[in-house]
């Protein structure tokens, strides 16, 4: 089984950054698409960002794009996600999602199989 557990969420200001991570237990780490996701009080579960195995193809939501960074070392089995300039609007618990069963960094929630329990990202005004 695979077990994902998320670090690194806080508060901060807007216009600040915090980076999370994401450790996951599984030996074939390395063979898996990796996905971030985001549910803020009240709305549904979004996706954020995802990366391949290799690292080399990596998507991002339209408004997340230019401010977040997916990025992955599969030595270490843990994926990452820088988020610069954050906004109040980022506000939201953050999901670690693994695809290990067929890596192909997709955009939905029902394309991961393994999901942390989450990181809260708080964004002052």
């Known amino acids: 089984q695979v077990q994902l557990v998320e670090s690194g969420g806080g508060l901060v200001q807007a216009g600040g950054s915090l980076r999370l991570a994401c450790a996951a237990s599984a030996r074939t780490f390395s063979s898996y698409a990796m996905g971030w996701f985001r549910q803020a009080p009240g709305k549904e579960r979004e996706f954020v960002a995802a990366i391949r195995w290799s690292g080399g193809n990596t998507y991002y939501a339209d408004s997340v794009k230019g401010r977040f960074t997916i990025s992955r070392d599969n030595a270490k089995n843990t994926v990452y996600l820088q988020m610069n300039r954050l906004k109040p609007e980022d506000t939201a618990v953050y999901y670690c999602?693994?695809?290990?069963?067929?890596?192909?960094?997709?955009?939905?929630?029902?394309?991961?199989?393994?999901w942390g329990q989450g990181t809260q990202v708080t964004v002052s005004s």
């Open positions: 999602a693994a695809d290990s069963l067929l890596g192909r960094a997709g955009t939905t929630r029902l394309e991961y199989d393994y």
